[in-house]
């Protein structure tokens, strides 16, 4: 029982009893005062009774008789006078109130003594029988009925009655201390119960949150602090379960989400064409999640097609179209040869499947390795930008095009131009998303067209994946430690000579 | 980041849009939630003001595409008046200059809708 207390009951139990102990102790010694005081009350008592007596034996002594003593003996006997009698100068009795004392019948040893200095004494007493009789004698007179000695009068007092009565109040306070002290076990047992069940219950959800149950609920309907105790702790549950539910969804779409990284980087990672004419460099990184750009480099017989693409939006949405767009080209590239009607065809149905709101922009371009000609399809892309190495200067190259997935019919077909080009050795064609254009610093300028330009005339005289990693390195500069806040795509074809 | 602030102003039954700041990836969010607004509201005749606004991403075009069909479905149309240069190279760029009206002030586009 003791074993389930806390520390501050167990403190409480041990100073109750200590406290019901020194009451009885003290119950005791008030117990044991009285019955002294009692005592002395008694005694005080019992000396004026016997001197009473003695007073009327001296008036008898003149006239009585022995059967008028006798009587007179007898009628002074109460409860608490037992006996009294007279004895003679051999400590005899000679006159006695009770059958117990036959005359001639000696006195106690004890009690001889006593008598020896008798005539000098007011009044002699002793107790016996463990104080439950007290005896009184008196010096009487050296005559008595025509006989002389010295006389002395005996009394016995019981003390019966007091005792009975401090053993009887003795009795009630050991029997009341044992009853309060029942009583309080109990109630205290049954009050800590009361007091502890509550946290009792507490512990048992710590202990079942603790082990993952999240659905536990604590039922403790009192309005009291443990209540609201219950309450904040059946919500803190419930937000618990409702964060780890976040968790878990949340790790699911990590998950999913590093799967299609994995996907979509997968599918940058191809080799590049080999070209004897033609110096490829490419590069792709995404800002922050899964990008929506895309570029492509494809072969066919002596033909080099260009792409990049920059879906709107970011994330799996933009990265599903970004995909969806691959396949369309990709399955369309080798049957269509005409730039045109390919681009017409992937945006028809790339309509079909793409959510109102995105769209496409792409900038393709199709190098003929032995005319040295060139077509180009721009669906709302930024321009490509060329330099041309015979004049050192850079130009803008933008057919007109909407962007694809913005309208089916007629409107693109009608807008969509096919443009041209030639090139010479030492030609420099960029394709980029805007987020090489729209790089954007601290003071929210952007790294811009200019910007771009002036670099490409700088490391012209490079190898292609030296004027793109040259042009990395002066943009993030340009940045100056800012994050892309696009994705980042870019694609140099250089014209180089064969024999390079 | 910079902000996008929107304000609506009504002329009898078209509504003017005036757009200040930047409308990209990070505030095509509220555009796109105020022009839905309008159009449960069947306020379809739309002019969007453009000459304070900065800047304008492609998430920011994705807006117009995406409520364009219920915009015009419904008998409505959304014009667009006053974009500047920059604002304009995009529209024109990405083929939207053929897809919606541009005017050069809030007059002539409300007057169009009649």
């Given at each position: 029982?003791?074993?389930?207390f806390?520390f501050?009951?167990?403190?409480?139990?041990?100073?109750s009893?200590?406290?019901?102990f020194?009451?009885?102790?003290?119950?005791?010694?008030?117990?044991?005062?009285?019955?002294n005081?009692?005592?002395?009350?008694n005694?005080?008592?019992?000396?004026?009774?016997?001197?009473?007596?003695?007073?009327?034996?001296?008036?008898?002594?003149?006239?009585?008789?022995?059967?008028?003593?006798?009587?007179?003996l007898?009628?002074?006997?109460?409860?608490?006078?037992?006996?009294?009698?007279?004895?003679?100068?051999?400590?005899?009795?000679?006159?006695?109130s009770?059958?117990?004392?036959?005359?001639?019948?000696?006195?106690?040893?004890?009690?001889?003594?006593?008598l020896?200095?008798i005539?000098?004494?007011?009044?002699?007493?002793?107790?016996?029988?463990n104080?439950?009789?007290?005896?009184?004698f008196?010096?009487?007179?050296?005559s008595?009925?025509?006989?002389?000695?010295?006389?002395?009068?005996?009394?016995?007092?019981?003390?019966?009655?007091?005792?009975?009565?401090?053993?009887?109040?003795?009795?009630?306070?050991?029997?009341?201390?044992?009853?309060?002290?029942?009583?309080?076990?109990?109630?205290?047992?049954?009050?800590?119960?009361?007091?502890?069940?509550?946290?009792?219950?507490?512990?048992?959800?710590?202990?079942?949150?603790?082990?993952?149950?999240?659905?536990y609920?604590?039922?403790?309907?009192?309005?009291?602090?443990?209540?609201?105790?219950?309450?904040?702790?059946?919500?803190?549950?419930?937000?618990?379960?409702?964060?780890q539910?976040?968790?878990?969804?949340?790790?699911?779409?990590?998950?999913?989400?590093?799967?299609?990284?994995?996907?979509?980087?997968a599918?940058?990672?191809?080799?590049?064409?080999?070209?004897?004419?033609?110096?490829?460099?490419?590069?792709?990184?995404?800002?922050?999640?899964?990008?929506?750009?895309?570029?492509?480099?494809?072969?066919?017989?002596?033909?080099?097609?260009?792409?990049?693409?920059?879906?709107?939006?970011?994330?799996?949405?933009?990265?599903?179209?970004?995909?969806?767009?691959?396949?369309?080209?990709?399955?369309?590239?080798?049957?269509?040869?005409?730039?045109?009607?390919?681009?017409?065809?992937?945006?028809?149905?790339?309509?079909?499947?793409?959510t109102?709101?995105?769209?496409?922009?792409?900038?393709?371009?199709?190098?003929?390795?032995?005319?040295?000609?060139?077509?180009?399809?721009?669906?709302g892309?930024?321009?490509l930008?060329?330099?041309?190495?015979?004049?050192?200067?850079i130009?803008?190259?933008?057919?007109?095009?909407?962007?694809?997935?913005?309208?089916?019919?007629?409107?693109?077909?009608?807008?969509?131009?096919?443009?041209?080009?030639?090139?010479?050795?030492?030609?420099?064609?960029?394709?980029?998303?805007?987020?090489?254009?729209?790089?954007?610093?601290k003071?929210?300028?952007?790294?811009?067209?200019?910007?771009?330009?002036?670099?490409?005339?700088?490391?012209?005289?490079?190898?292609?994946?030296?004027?793109?990693?040259?042009?990395?390195?002066?943009?993030?500069?340009f940045?100056q430690?800012?994050?892309?806040?696009?994705?980042?795509?870019?694609?140099?074809?250089?014209?180089?000579?064969?024999?390079? | 980041?910079?902000n996008?602030?929107?304000?609506?102003?009504?002329?009898?039954?078209?509504?003017?849009?005036?757009?200040?700041?930047?409308?990209?990836?990070?505030?095509?969010?509220?555009?796109?939630d105020?022009?839905?607004?309008?159009?449960?509201?069947?306020?379809?005749?739309?002019?969007?003001?453009?000459?304070?606004?900065?800047?304008?991403?492609?998430?920011?075009?994705?807006?117009?595409?995406?409520?364009?069909?219920?915009?015009?479905?419904?008998?409505?149309?959304?014009?667009l008046?006053?974009?500047?240069?920059?604002?304009?190279?995009?529209?024109?760029?990405?083929?939207?200059?053929?897809?919606?009206?541009?005017?050069?002030?809030?007059?002539?586009?409300?007057?169009?809708?009649?």
């Amino acid at each position: 029982m003791f074993k389930n207390f806390s520390f501050k009951w167990k403190i409480l139990c041990v100073i109750s009893v200590i406290l019901i102990f020194a009451l009885i102790l003290f119950s005791l010694l008030v117990n044991i005062y009285e019955k002294n005081l009692l005592l002395k009350i008694n005694d005080e008592k019992g000396r004026v009774i016997v001197e009473t007596i003695k007073g009327n034996l001296d008036l008898m002594m003149l006239s009585g008789t022995k059967l008028q003593f006798f009587d007179f003996l007898n009628s002074k006997k109460t409860y608490e006078i037992r006996d009294i009698s007279i004895l003679n100068n051999e400590k005899k009795h000679i006159l006695f109130s009770t059958e117990k004392h036959i005359e001639g019948s000696e006195i106690k040893k004890p009690t001889i003594e006593l008598l020896h200095d008798i005539k000098s004494k007011k009044i002699s007493a002793v107790s016996f029988d463990n104080n439950m009789t007290r005896t009184y004698f008196i010096y009487l007179g050296n005559s008595f009925f025509k006989e002389n000695g010295s006389f002395v009068l005996k009394v016995n007092f019981s003390q019966k009655r007091i005792y009975d009565f401090i053993n009887k109040q003795t009795k009630q306070i050991v029997f009341l201390s044992v009853f309060i002290l029942i009583i309080g076990f109990i109630g205290s047992f049954f009050f800590g119960t009361i007091v502890t069940s509550p946290i009792k219950k507490l512990t048992t959800g710590t202990f079942e949150i603790g082990n993952g149950n999240l659905d536990y609920k604590i039922n403790i309907n009192s309005n009291d602090e443990f209540g609201s105790l219950a309450n904040s702790f059946n919500q803190m549950a419930e937000n618990l379960k409702f964060a780890q539910k976040q968790i878990i969804v949340k790790e699911i779409m990590d998950r999913d989400f590093k799967i299609a990284m994995d996907i979509q980087n997968a599918l940058f990672k191809q080799q590049l064409p080999e070209s004897n004419v033609l110096d490829i460099a490419t590069h792709y990184e995404f800002a922050r999640q899964i990008g929506g750009d895309y570029y492509e480099v494809l072969k066919a017989n002596d033909e080099t097609t260009v792409l990049v693409a920059d879906v709107s939006g970011k994330g799996i949405p933009g990265s599903l179209i970004m995909v969806m767009l691959r396949s369309l080209i990709r399955a369309q590239f080798h049957s269509e040869h005409n730039l045109k009607k390919l681009i017409l065809k992937v945006n028809r149905m790339l309509m079909e499947d793409i959510t109102p709101g995105k769209f496409v922009t792409l900038l393709i371009a199709k190098f003929n390795e032995s005319t040295n000609k060139l077509d180009i399809i721009n669906a709302g892309h930024i321009p490509l930008y060329k330099y041309i190495a015979g004049k050192n200067k850079i130009i803008e190259i933008v057919p007109n095009g909407l962007g694809l997935g913005l309208d089916a019919g007629v409107i693109f077909e009608q807008n969509l131009e096919l443009g041209s080009d030639e090139m010479q050795l030492g030609d420099i064609y960029v394709f980029c998303t805007d987020g090489v254009t729209e790089a954007m610093n601290k003071n929210r300028e952007q790294f811009g067209e200019e910007r771009l330009k002036n670099a490409v005339v700088k490391y012209k005289d490079r190898d292609s994946t030296t004027i793109l990693k040259n042009i990395k390195t002066d943009i993030k500069e340009f940045l100056q430690g800012e994050e892309f806040n696009d994705d980042f795509t870019m694609v140099i074809v250089k014209r180089i000579n064969k024999e390079a | 980041m910079a902000n996008l602030e929107i304000m609506a102003e009504d002329k009898n039954e078209v509504t003017v849009l005036h757009l200040k700041g930047f409308l990209d990836a990070y505030t095509f969010q509220d555009f796109e939630d105020k022009l839905k607004e309008l159009i449960s509201e069947d306020r379809v005749k739309i002019v969007v003001a453009m000459d304070e606004l900065d800047y304008i991403s492609s998430a920011g075009l994705g807006v117009f595409m995406s409520v364009i069909g219920q915009v015009r479905t419904k008998g409505g149309d959304i014009k667009l008046t006053q974009l500047n240069s920059k604002v304009y190279k995009v529209f024109e760029l990405l083929g939207f200059t053929k897809l919606f009206q541009t005017f050069d002030n809030i007059e002539e586009a409300a007057e169009n809708f009649k």
